[in-house]
């Protein structure tokens, strides 16, 4: 170790600091090939063979030689069951440096990471993809879409709900919470993160932390003007609300909005399983009645008969029939 490195190491006032002085130096020692794979594979959770061509196809015919190099670094270490990956200290170094001085090359990257997990999951189908996968892909995919829309993450997110895969939601949004917390993610897909981890603290009876989460995401979809996803997260918080005159504020505010934006699946739903069923705890039998007829006549327009099969049911329910 030479005197420059070690003088350097002696001022650095943090671990961080440290690993980062040490880490460069050993980087300069490096072929360029080397360092530009190293700097590829540091984008993914982990990689292989196949991820490093994929991330470097400049760099194909040289893959398997590179990988085999790459495992000899001191800070690659075992991904289980997966290959490998960069330690995880010097990989969130090595992100936030290539974010802040190469931000073109960090989406170029992430850019091949996404489809290449995309590809993936391609391969398998969206039901049978496994989950690793289907959370790295979507983890790349919400730096680079610029044009977020949202319905990659909705897909996978509400399907994992609707068949109580709850601990691989959570997995997910803590993934996707690592891009956010380094400012690397737009507004809009912040929001819908934020959205699926209200609903999955929500899933696990967590009332206090789902608000919270909903909140967040409440202030972002409002930031980025989304009636939709405003409406959805009211109706979110309403549904968690203890007080009941509460609760039926917010649900009757995202009812507005849904009619606002001509959205009649969500108005249906609204009134069936939200808005008329607080409005009978309080003992207005009759108004819920009526908003569930209004249910009807819009699940009709749709046509969506499993909402008019609901509501009927209901209806009967409080005649007593």
């Avoid at 170029?108 to 690793?132: C, D, H, M, V, W």
């Avoid at 918080?237 to 009941?244: M, P």
């Avoid at 005159?245 to 505010?253: K, M, R, S, T």
């Amino acid at each position: 170790m030479n005197n420059g490195l070690l003088a350097k190491l002696a001022q650095a006032q943090t671990d961080e600091e440290r690993t980062w002085i040490v880490t460069e130096s050993l980087l300069s020692t490096l072929s360029p090939e080397l360092t530009a794979a190293v700097w590829a594979v540091a984008i993914p959770h982990w990689f292989n063979v196949d991820i490093l061509a994929a991330l470097r196809p400049e760099l194909q015919t040289q893959a398997s030689q590179l990988y085999e190099e790459l495992l000899t670094l001191p800070f690659v270490e075992v991904f289980p069951e997966r290959g490998y990956n960069v330690h995880e200290l010097t990989r969130r170094m090595m992100l936030d440096r290539l974010w802040h001085e190469d931000r073109d090359e960090f989406i170029t990257l992430s850019e091949r990471a996404a489809e290449y997990f995309s590809k993936s999951n391609e391969r398998k189908g969206s039901i049978t993809a496994q989950p690793e996968t289907q959370i790295e892909w979507l983890y790349h995919l919400v730096v680079v879409d610029s044009e977020w829309k949202g319905s990659e993450l909705w897909d996978v997110a509400q399907t994992w709900v609707n068949n109580f895969r709850i601990a691989e939601l959570e997995s997910l949004i803590k993934t996707l919470l690592e891009q956010i917390r380094a400012d690397r993610v737009a507004t809009p897909a912040k929001a819908e993160t934020y959205y699926w981890a209200g609903k999955a603290e929500f899933r696990s009876y967590r009332t206090i932390k789902a608000l919270e989460r909903y909140e967040a995401a409440l202030a972002f979809y409002r930031e980025v003007g989304s009636r939709l996803g405003e409406a959805n997260t009211l109706q979110a918080i309403g549904i968690l609300q203890e007080n009941l005159n509460l609760g039926l504020e917010y649900c009757q505010a995202a009812l507005e909005l849904y009619t606002q934006i001509g959205d009649k699946y969500s108005q249906s739903r609204n009134l069936i399983y939200f808005t008329s069923k607080i409005i009978l705890k309080l003992g207005r039998e009759k108004e819920a009645v009526d908003l569930l007829n209004r249910a009807i006549h819009l699940a009709r327009e749709i046509p969506y008969e499993v909402f008019v099969e609901d509501a009927l049911a209901r209806l009967r329910e409080i005649q007593g029939q």
